[in-house]
């Protein structure tokens, strides 16, 4: 793995757009955040852009991810928002630059399409964590998850344990491995692709916005088929926003579709996790080795910078 530097007072942040366009206002209102933890900014020219759903067209998106990869004075990229489109775009990255100018890359929902691809193509490690727009430039963006920023600066090893959160154990045991994952629907896109998640030994991370049990079930079941869950080490199940029965009244609960999947496996399987679509946003890098105990009911990641 390739554990980016980490940063200093007055370190530059790019800013890019590469899903769907993000709030401006928010976007602005978030950059002061950033200049209070001593980081200088800067935009890509194209944040602003607007092509349907998606920020710019691909070729934009795409310019503006090269452009700050590439850019020396740039020492970490911190993604405005998600949305979608990422996967529009991985498949002209120039993994070799990508390579030569290892630096942090933040963010998370459609952004899990780039932290996987980038992770299996270069060896990155990456930040599932909180988004200027989406998150940070909004009034209820939380100390907790303003915290978790100072995971840049120092290396950190992380501790989730029921300080943070109340966890729930659907499976015991212990296993270490690199943590992957993200958001659940990205990872199943990524399944008969040259970007298929790669789980076997690894601590897999799944979260989600506004999918209804029936549909958790389906990506569960595809990732089950594609040996996704057998393979991995162990699951670590964050956050599942809005996630309630709408369509019908007969319905599984959530609970009831995590055990179906998870409480057989014969490996550490932990629900609870604040990461994902919520504040707090406890921001976590993917491509660390970790550890998932149900026994401490803790799950323990290794620094993400040097």
């Not at 529009?88 to 990255?93: E, G, Q």
């Not at 995590?258 to 976590?284: E, M, Q, R, T």
Request: proline residues 6%.
């Amino acid at each position: 793995m390739i554990i980016p530097k980490r940063l200093r007072h007055g370190s530059t942040v790019g800013v890019i757009a590469p899903a769907s366009p993000p709030n401006l206002r928010s976007l602005q209102k978030a950059i002061p955040f950033l200049n209070g933890l001593g980081l200088n900014v800067k935009v890509a020219p194209h944040v602003s852009s607007i092509y349907g759903y998606l920020a710019g067209s691909d070729e934009q998106r795409l310019h503006d991810f090269h452009m700050m990869f590439a850019d020396s004075e740039v020492d970490a990229i911190i993604c405005a928002g998600g949305g979608f489109g990422t996967s529009r775009i991985v498949n002209s990255i120039d993994y070799k630059m990508v390579k030569q100018n290892p630096k942090i890359f933040w963010g998370y929902s459609d952004i899990t399409y780039l932290h996987t691809a980038l992770r299996q193509k270069t060896g990155l490690v990456t930040f599932h964590g909180p988004m200027l727009s989406s998150d940070v430039g909004k009034k209820e963006f939380d100390p907790l998850s303003k915290s978790m920023f100072s995971q840049l600066f120092h290396p950190t090893l992380l501790e989730y344990s029921e300080s943070v959160s109340p966890l729930h154990v659907i499976s015991e045991g212990e296993a270490a491995g690199k943590l992957v994952g993200g958001n659940l629907s990205l990872l199943v896109n990524t399944i008969g692709s040259k970007y298929e998640i790669h789980t076997k030994n690894r601590l897999l991370l799944i979260e989600d916005i506004g999918e209804e049990p029936y549909r958790i079930d389906s990506f569960l079941s595809q990732l089950k088929l594609a040996g996704k869950l057998d393979e991995a080490a162990g699951i670590v199940v964050g956050d599942f926003k809005d996630a309630a029965p709408k369509k019908r009244e007969e319905s599984l609960s959530l609970q009831e579709v995590l055990d179906y999947y998870f409480a057989n496996l014969n490996k550490p399987v932990i629900s609870g996790f604040k990461i994902g679509h919520c504040l707090p946003h406890y921001a976590v890098p993917l491509g660390s080795e970790s550890t998932l105990s149900s026994r401490s009911k803790s799950l323990s990641v290794q620094p993400g910078v040097s």
